[in-house]
């Protein structure tokens, strides 16, 4: 009886352990008090919304995690100019990932319409597609069930015949499901800026772009494996530096479009001209190992911070600007074994996964001259001398709500302001602050960061 006892303890013991190790059960961005927030078109000024933002509650059993989110994300939404006048809107969802996912060893998964997958806020993830191909009228003439969208023949690519409905954080909702197409970060963070959405209506994305560091794990795709951002490791083992990783798709030399890249005869799609350039379907796409670090999948097996001993892993892979670059995330097949994640219920029993709590954000008894421990975020700070206002952009991810303190040289705290969970950038108003040095203080629990700042006007 004793020996059976012993064995139950250890068992709920390794359950207990595997919700501490497992990043996809420790990675989602869990929030009780962050709500989301949108734009309406002609109005610079962030309209408050009443739904939370990020993810809701974590839980898990032996096999399988449960997120339950709105997918609305901390960073305000819209508008959204091609004429889309949905909103992002609550979809109280429950997704299953597993936490031990598969190779597919057998025919290939497409990825399909809607979902994919969640980034780690709660937010849907697309594939490429918008659903609409070339040849409408076949379609038509046949009386397919597409609905009139097209015959599944020279497929539009979401990213470049989108464009102009995407908000500045590149999303946008179908029905009210507010999702990503591509890498989750801001048009006006890319080197090269190809949408003029952030000039009036300013957001940001999920992280920001880092060339020297491994980017963070980002989300889940339906079959269970992570999701990062665009920078990885330079080989598969860990080794070899930062570096920009490329997919193994580029667009074909071709001026017509008669047949794929694999010399499938197939009915004819426009030529290619400045109304349907090179690019603005997926077909325009050839594959070859040469060309770039991923699979056909848009992924690689390798090592990353999350998982050290190695993992199938996609990339939101981007060009040399930090343009999306296609496949963006995942696909156009999964890697592993999918299946639709969508729950209503949870059948199984499961432990609530708890982050730890953050006990010492108002910590008063530190220096605000001291660098007590640095915050393992890096953090620009611009402009400095400034004159109206401070913007604080974080380089990376931001996991827990970081505190902001403007700070005299008195010891007096002149203003305090936080960049959310799920956010990137925040705003200081200095307009009414005398000229003069200050310090920058940025808190995340016990660990602080400080910047000397000087505001001269």
């Not at 990213?159 to 989750?184: R, T």
């Not at 708890?354 to 620009?380: C, E, R």
Request: net charge negative.
């Amino acid at each position: 009886m004793k020996t059976k006892f012993t064995a139950f303890i250890l068992c709920i013991a390794a359950f207990g352990m595997q919700a501490q190790t497992n990043p996809a059960i420790t990675s989602w961005l869990q929030n009780d008090s962050i709500k989301g927030s949108h734009y309406v078109q002609g109005n610079s000024t962030v309209v408050q919304d009443n739904d939370l933002a990020n993810v809701q509650k974590v839980q898990y059993s032996a096999s399988f995690v449960y997120i339950n989110t709105n997918g609305i994300p901390a960073y305000p939404t819209g508008p959204f100019l091609d004429g889309n006048r949905s909103l992002a809107t609550a979809q109280n969802a429950i997704f299953k990932f597993p936490l031990n996912p598969s190779k597919n060893t057998g025919a290939l998964d497409v990825t399909t319409g809607g979902n994919i997958g969640i980034f780690i806020n709660g937010v849907a993830l697309f594939d490429y597609r918008d659903g609409v191909s070339y040849n409408l009228r076949q379609a038509a003439d046949k009386g397919g069930p597409s609905g009139g969208r097209g015959d599944g023949v020279w497929n539009r690519d979401a990213v470049p015949a989108e464009m102009d409905g995407f908000d500045c954080s590149k999303g946008h909702p179908a029905m009210g499901n507010y999702h990503h197409h591509q890498n989750p970060s801001s048009f006006k963070l890319d080197k090269t800026v190809l949408s003029t959405i952030c000039n009036l209506y300013d957001a940001e994305g999920l992280y920001t772009m880092d060339s020297t560091k491994h980017s963070p794990l980002i989300g889940y795709a339906y079959d269970g494996f992570p999701i990062y951002g665009a920078y990885g490791y330079a080989d598969t083992n860990g080794t070899g530096g930062i570096v920009r990783i490329k997919s193994s798709y580029k667009l074909r030399n071709i001026s017509v479009r008669t047949h794929y890249a694999d010399g499938s005869n197939v009915s004819d799609g426009p030529a290619v001209n400045t109304t349907y350039p090179l690019g603005h379907y997926r077909e325009d796409y050839e594959f070859n190992t040469a060309n770039g670090h991923l699979d056909e999948h848009n992924g690689r097996f390798c090592v990353t911070p999350e998982y050290p001993n190695g993992i199938y892993a996609y990339f939101c892979t981007v060009d040399e600007n930090w343009n999306s670059a296609y496949p963006y995330a995942v696909g156009p097949t999964f890697y592993g074994n999918w299946e639709r994640r969508n729950e209503t219920t949870i059948s199984e029993t499961v432990e609530v996964y708890a982050p730890a709590a953050d006990t010492s954000k108002n910590d008063t008894n530190t220096s605000v001259f001291d660098n007590n421990t640095p915050l393992q975020l890096d953090f620009n700070v611009f402009p400095n001398p400034a004159q109206d206002f401070i913007a604080v952009q974080a380089m990376g991810l931001v996991k827990n709500t970081i505190q902001l303190e403007l700070v005299s040289m008195k010891g007096d705290v002149v203003r305090i302001s936080t960049i959310s969970q799920g956010t990137t950038i925040w705003y200081i108003d200095t307009k009414t602050l005398y000229d003069g040095k200050y310090v920058l203080r940025m808190i995340d629990g016990e660990q602080v960061s400080t910047k000397k700042i000087v505001l001269q006007k």
